[in-house]
Structures are given as structure tokens and as C-alpha cells.
Nanobody, 122 residues
Framework: QVQLVESGGGLVQPGGSLRLSCAASGFTLDYYAIGWFRQAPGKEREGVSCISSSGDKTFYEDSLKGRFTISRHAVENTVYLQMNSLEPEDTAVYYC???????????????WGQGTQVTVSS
């Protein structure tokens, strides 16, 4: 069974950090681009970052550059999203998605995780 599972979310104070993980089971991520998306309450889902299957290309939503870093580790079959200097506006459910095509458009992605909640609050 093909499955993506996000983890690492939680409650963090403003200025804090979290590292989200996107782990795959039932298939290898080696041939898939991975995208991270988020959906805040009352808002549409938006792209956060994506990384190519080889890891040589990464993209970030402009406002997140310098704070978020996406990376992938083939042996662990996992993609990470390191989030630093978190702000209350980063509060959302974060999803990872996989597809053979690299894109920042969510409609491209075939496989999705269930999401992990990130709450930034004092």
C-alpha cells in the first residue's frame, strides 16, 4: 500500500523551530518529487516548498525563503522540512505530496499524506 506519513508537527513558540518529516511506505521516494503544502484555518491550501527526485532542485514560496529548508535522504526514504524562526502566521496543517513531476502546483501531485498540525503560539 502506497502511503505518505507526515510527522514532527506540534506547538511551538514564535521564533522556534520544527522539523517535519515525510516518510514513505510501500514505495521508494527515489523517483518522486516531493512537495510540501499547508492549509491554515479558513484559507486555501498553498505551496510551501518542493524538491526534485534527485534533490538537485528546490523551490520555496517567496515569503518563506531563508526560514524553511527542504531536504531528502534516500536511505531513510524520507523528506524533511526544517522550519526556523516560526511565526504565528505559519500555523497550519502541513501536507507532503509525491509525484514524478516537480511542481509547486498541488494539482499535479498524485500521492498525499494525511497532514500534521503546526501551531505557533505563545
Amino acid at each position: 500500500q502506497v502511503q505518505l506519513v507526515e510527522s514532527g508537527g506540534g506547538l511551538v513558540q514564535p521564533g522556534g523551530s520544527l522539523r517535519l518529516s515525510c516518510a514513505a511506505s510501500g514505495f521508494t521516494l527515489d523517483y518522486y518529487a516531493i512537495g510540501w503544502f499547508r492549509q491554515a484555518p479558513g484559507k486555501e491550501r498553498e505551496g510551501v516548498s518542493c524538491i526534485s527526485s534527485s534533490g538537485d532542485k528546490t523551490f520555496y514560496e517567496d515569503s518563506l525563503k531563508g526560514r524553511f529548508t527542504i531536504s531528502r535522504h534516500a536511505v531513510e526514504n524520507t523528506v524533511y522540512l526544517q522550519m526556523n524562526s516560526l511565526e504565528p502566521e505559519d500555523t497550519a496543517v502541513y501536507y507532503c505530496a509525491a509525484d514524478t513531476v516537480l511542481s509547486d502546483y498541488e494539482g499535479v501531485y498524485e500521492y498525499w499524506g494525511q497532514g500534521t498540525q503546526v501551531t505557533v503560539s505563545s
